[in-house]
């Protein structure tokens, strides 16, 4: 029986900021085309252990493998070899067009012929950015930027899509079109690490889960048996003890 190989694991991730120890021997993994989910609290340390895969903040230690390749360590290579970030806040160069933002996320490809048949199927998960491609992103409704945001994120035809707190401020609406989407882009051969607050969306919406709490991992499995679970609601709210 072959047993599938992740896509991405991470081995006992530590990071620091000075004396405060972020991320205390994270470790996780994820298989082509899933999605896995990491829940926690606000300062669980999610947003870091996202820069930290992108090369964005520098490990203490631990190891990270993309298809058992160690994974590098400055963005730009991290992006060369397969990964891209959605960030938090999403980030969009306001003073560029659509159409500019989405350019600007094919930057790092060689195989330049492909990139309008990219563009076309960005439009296709989101109509709304071919309509307003000639628009300012600064102009877009927050729902808007955040369609824009993924969109640049796939230009690049990212191995994994990392994704850091996509329904963040965002109308109930807005979210379910957004996670509807990307359930698509997976099934489309996108494999998704997702970060979250909203915790019932993100185990919906994913195969499994890690919930993060201070730095640990202190619950993972299904993401059925994990919506099932009663600490789930308390590691949510930052109020779960380590278990023993």
Do not use: C, H
């Not at 659509?98 to 600007?104: D, F, R």
């Not at 102009?139 to 808007?144: A, I, N, V």
């Not at 509807?180 to 996108?190: C, F, M, S, T, Y």
């Not at 997702?194 to 993060?212: F, T």
């Amino acid at each position: 029986m072959n047993i599938p190989k992740p896509i991405l694991e991470i081995k006992n991730l530590q990071v620091s900021y000075g004396t405060i120890k972020a991320l205390k021997g994270v470790s996780l993994y994820i298989e082509e085309g899933e999605i896995v989910s990491v829940i926690g609290s606000n300062g669980a340390g999610k947003s870091t252990l996202m820069q930290t895969i992108m090369g964005m903040i520098p490990r203490d230690s631990g190891e990270i493998f993309l298809k058992d390749e160690p994974l590098a360590r400055r963005s730009y290579q991290v992006i060369n070899q397969g990964i891209t970030l959605t960030p938090e806040g999403r980030q969009v160069f306001a003073p560029l067009t659509v159409y500019e933002n989405l350019m600007i996320g094919a930057f790092s490809r060689k195989d330049r012929n492909k990139i309008e048949e990219d563009l076309n199927w960005v439009f296709s998960l989101f109509p709304i950015l071919k309509e307003r491609y000639k628009q300012f992103a600064g102009t877009l409704s927050g729902g808007e930027q955040q369609m824009l945001a993924i969109a640049r994120s796939l230009m690049s035809r990212p191995k994994v899509l990392l994704l850091d707190e996509p329904s963040l401020g965002l109308a109930p609406i807005l979210i379910k079109i957004i996670f509807k989407e990307l359930k698509r882009i997976n099934a489309e051969g996108v494999t998704i690490l997702l970060v979250e607050q909203n915790a019932r969306q993100a185990l919906k919406l994913s195969n499994r889960g890690y919930v993060l709490q201070t730095g640990e991992i202190i619950l993972q499995g299904d993401s059925q048996e994990l919506l099932a679970n009663p600490d789930v609601e308390a590691a949510y709210l930052g109020t779960l003890r380590k278990r023993l």
